[in-house]
């Protein structure tokens, strides 16, 4: 069964950084994507960045420059912020998906708080 766990947020200050990880008991047997997504009290789910097996990456606008998704060669899809600002607040959630079948597999998710 693929599970998908997130870590890795926390309390920072305007300006500050944090590493998002997430970690996957194992890939679905698909062409599958990793993006990460993030939810902020009183609005809707919002997608971050994604990336895809061949390596291509995608951002929201608000988080170019700043933002960068990553893999390593283990199960692991990584989510490097910097500059962080107050409304990067949120809770971010991990999602795997498959191109080519049905699926989709979220994590719980991890806060990140952002103070100015």
């Known amino acids: 069964q693929v599970q998908l766990k997130e870590s890795g947020g926390g309390s920072v200050q305007s300006g500050g950084s944090l590493r998002l990880s997430c970690s996957a008991s194992?890939?679905?047997?698909?062409?599958?994507?990793m993006s990460w997504y993030r939810q902020a009290p009183g609005k809707e789910r919002e997608f971050v960045s994604g990336i895809g097996r061949d390596g291509s990456t995608t951002y929201t606008d608000s988080v170019k420059g700043r933002f960068t998704i990553s893999q390593d060669n283990g199960k692991n899809t990584y989510l490097q912020m910097n500059s962080l600002k107050p409304e990067d607040t949120a809770m971010y959630y991990c999602k795997t998906e498959c191109r080519d079948i049905v699926f989709v597999r979220w994590g719980q998710g991890t806060q990140v708080t952002v103070s100015s």
């Open positions: 194992r890939y679905p047997y698909c062409r599958y994507d």
